[in-house]
């Protein structure tokens, strides 16, 4: 199974669909970074909390 994450420029959010959830924005396709699958992942969760922090306080 291929994992690919995009990352949608206008929110910030991240998604697995071609379009954005949140705004259907336009996505980039994020590659992740060569730690360990744990280590990713544990990434992914900050930054997506964060994000949702900041969207949030907007
Ligand atoms: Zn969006």
């Given at each position: 199974?291929?994992?690919?994450?995009?990352?949608?420029?206008?929110?910030?959010?991240?998604?697995?669909?071609?379009?954005?959830?949140?705004?259907?924005?336009d996505l980039n396709?994020?590659?992740?970074?060569?730690?360990?699958?744990?280590?990713?992942y544990g990434k992914?969760?900050?930054?997506?909390?964060?994000?949702?922090?900041?969207?949030?306080?907007?």
């Open positions: 199974m291929k994992m690919r994450m995009r990352k949608c420029k206008p929110c910030g959010a991240y998604t697995m669909n071609d379009k954005c959830p949140n705004c259907s924005g396709v994020v590659y992740p970074p060569k730690y360990s699958i744990e280590d990713r992914y969760r900050r930054k997506l909390k964060e994000e949702a922090n900041i969207i949030k306080n907007k």
